[in-house]
């Protein structure tokens, strides 16, 4: 016995974005097709689209976070809606307050969505599970499990550059175990076909099991990176050297770091990809980052386009995403 | 059917835990006199004071002993008390219960002793034998007076599910209840590996996301335990094991004729790790859940007598501690309502 996906209504339409992991291989080309038409919308003069005129759409960010939360709160603007940024982690729940009662008191205030970060792995399964039928969730990172707008961006960013996923080798590297976004573009690359997905890293840092994820486990970095076409670097969280899963920043970059010599393992055309914030010269040297291969900052841009996608299908303003059973 | 309070209780046509044919029990003043095949039909007739039970569709078992459960009063009692949980307790089979020292105060004074032994008679359910908290306030330092607890009723010493990492306190604690022949009940699990972690640390954690509990920080724990068992001799209980592994390590330790015993959560009997896919609450056991593997071994374990009861590790809670993403809850299974049907598949 299991739960049941919360992120589907009884229809079988997608109702909330919270885990790829529920999603087949169709729903998320789909996806990718959506954010496609929205990329152009990014691209004119006039970016604004009416598709959620009249809708609310609060950022509940129960952890700290700037990027995520200003692409979506760009991505609301674009499609027309009201945004409400609240600040969560120095609010109410840090006076005892749980996290349910928070909820229920922003729904009284009638958002039509919730886009949530939180610190808890499954808080967006608990949220979803226990909001009024009325709203959409989105999973803007939960805990160490998901980050799936990420890995949509992701997604985005690769197919631009490489069409087909099949012949690809995508490599990610450093901070598998405590990553979110390692767990969604994990889940999203096995989905869609990717032809090997590699991971390398300390052994500290690469979850119990992780084989059974789809993934290749390589001993070094140079192993992993011949013949790769895509190279995921991962942030390395300073508080990991402090609980000796990582000796020092500097140890790191020796063992796993991206640099230009190792870089030349991989393909020549191989894309170098990072979710950001970036640890120059930790997980990947300043000259990669900046490099002709890197596309980090397009990965940036995409993602209003991805979310632009994801809020409105889940809104039921574009196509809906249905599953054949539900 | 409720057995009144007369003086002669005749129960026909009863099935054995051993015996599939009917029998009568007769029970008299309370006592059980006779257990025997089945007589012909009695009737009241004019002695008024006799009940007659029939009693085709049930199961005659002897009233069970729980070695590990939380009644959850003094100090929780929004989880639950000692009346509902004695009274839960009785009607699930168990006429015996041994609660744990996690209260608040933990059990580790002779006036909380006293407490929960008179709340338990006034509630007439089981009897509750309080075990006793092995430190004073369960802090791992200071030993409670085990001598005056043991005297005052508790049967044995126990530090719950909380980590005790004070090597020398251990040691020592297993000396002193060595003295006075007061058994412990101990779960191996140690205190830092795995500290965080609220799921066994395998490959539906790494998918969830949730923070692990590696194998070894129940068996670097049991090691310690076996270990100082050997030294003190100090007669110990390994309560709620739960892997493959820890099944092995006992196994040896009784060949080699250690003072040790064991036993197996019900709920570990049944469940694993796959429980835990969308983030089911439900499942979130402080003794975690591992692989089929180690279920099958922990079912084996009982088969071969390595493992030697089950216990029912029932941990009621109130619907707000289930309100949460899944690390945040508070962990443990009520089990009283399906203990039974669940333990007498193992009979």
């Keep these: ?326 | 059917v409720k057995i009144n309070n007369s003086d002669h209780v005749i129960i026909q046509d009863v099935k054995l835990l051993d015996s599939d044919d009917a029998h009568t029990i007769t029970i008299r003043n309370g006592i059980i006199k006779d257990i025997g095949a089945a007589q012909e039909s009695h009737s009241a007739g004019n002695n008024s004071t006799t009940q007659i039970i029939h009693a085709e569709k049930f199961l005659a078992v002897p009233g069970l002993c729980d070695l590990y459960s939380r009644l959850r009063e003094p100090g929780l009692t929004r989880k639950g008390t000692i009346e509902s949980e004695s009274l839960a307790a009785l009607e699930a089979g168990f006429t015996r219960v041994l609660c744990s020292p996690d209260t608040l105060p933990s059990i580790d004074s002779i006036a909380t002793v006293q407490l929960i032994r008179q709340r338990a008679e006034a509630a007439q359910g089981a009897d509750i034998l309080p075990i006793a908290a092995l430190t004073s306030g369960l802090e791992g330092e200071q030993l409670s007076e085990l001598a005056t607890l043991q005297a005052a009723g508790c049967p044995a010493a126990s530090h719950a599910d909380i980590a005790l990492p004070n090597t020398n306190a251990l040691f020592s604690a297993m000396e002193y209840a060595a003295s006075f022949s007061m058994p412990l009940i101990m779960t191996a699990r140690d205190s830092q590996l795995g500290a965080d972690g609220c799921a066994h640390a395998g490959a539906m954690a790494t998918r969830l996301g949730l923070p692990g509990i590696p194998v070894a920080a129940e068996t670097v724990a049991l090691a310690r335990l076996l270990e100082l068992c050997r030294e003190t001799a100090c007669r110990l209980h390994i309560s709620r094991v739960s892997s493959a592994r820890a099944v092995e390590m006992i196994k040896a330790a009784k060949q080699v004729a250690l003072p040790v015993t064991c036993d197996v959560g019900l709920h570990h009997l049944y469940f694993t790790d796959d429980q835990l896919d969308g983030y089911d609450s439900s499942f979130h056991s402080r003794v975690p859940f591992r692989t089929k593997t180690d279920r099958d071994a922990l079912r084996e374990g009982l088969r071969d007598g390595t493992i030697d009861a089950i216990c029912s590790d029932h941990s009621p809670h109130e619907r707000d501690a289930a309100l949460a993403p899944f690390p945040a809850t508070e962990p443990g299974l009520a089990a009283y309502k399906w203990a039974m049907p669940l333990i007498l598949q193992y009979y």
């Design chain 1, 1 to 326: 016995m299991s739960l049941a996906d919360p992120q589907f209504n009884l229809l079988g339409d997608l109702h909330h974005f919270i885990d790829l992991d529920g999603l087949d291989r169709d729903m998320l080309t789909q996806i990718l097709d959506t954010a496609e038409g929205f990329a152009g919308v990014n691209d004119r003069t006039i970016k604004n689209v009416p598709l959620l005129r009249g809708k609310t759409v609060a950022n509940l960010f129960f952890e700290n976070s700037t990027r995520t939360r200003t692409a979506f709160e760009l991505a609301a603007k674009r499609l027309s809606a009201d945004i409400l940024n609240v600040d969560l982690v120095t609010s109410s729940t840090n006076k005892g307050e749980s996290l349910l009662d928070t909820l229920q008191v922003l729904e009284a205030l009638q958002c039509d969505m919730f886009v949530v970060r939180h610190g808890d792995s499954g808080a967006a399964h608990f949220i979803a599970r226990h909001v009024s039928p009325s709203i959409n969730v989105i999973n803007g990172g939960d805990g160490q499990h998901s980050h799936p707008t990420q890995g949509m961006l992701d997604m985005f960013t690769i197919r631009r550059h490489k069409g087909d996923f099949s012949q690809l080798c995508v490599v990610l590297i450093g901070d598998i175990k405590h990553s979110r976004v390692a767990r969604s573009d994990i889940s999203a690359l096995v989905k869609l076909g990717a032809g090997e997905v590699r991971v390398v890293g300390p052994r500290t840092l690469i979850p119990a099991d992780v084989e059974s994820l789809g993934v290749t486990i390589y001993p070094t970095i140079e192993k992993a990176l011949v013949d790769a076409d895509v190279i995921m670097g991962l942030r390395l969280q300073k508080e990991r050297m402090l609980t000796a899963t990582v000796p020092s920043s500097g140890e790191f970059y020796r063992t796993y770091g991206l640099s230009p010599e190792r870089l030349a393992l991989a393909k020549p055309d191989a894309l170098i990809m990072h979710p950001g914030p970036t640890n120059r010269g930790v997980e990947i040297a300043g000259s990669v980052a900046d490099g002709k291969q890197s596309v980090i900052l397009e990965q940036v841009t995409y993602g209003i386009a991805v979310r632009m996608a994801v809020m409105s299908i889940i809104m039921g303003n574009a196509s809906n995403l249905r599953r054949e059973k539900a």
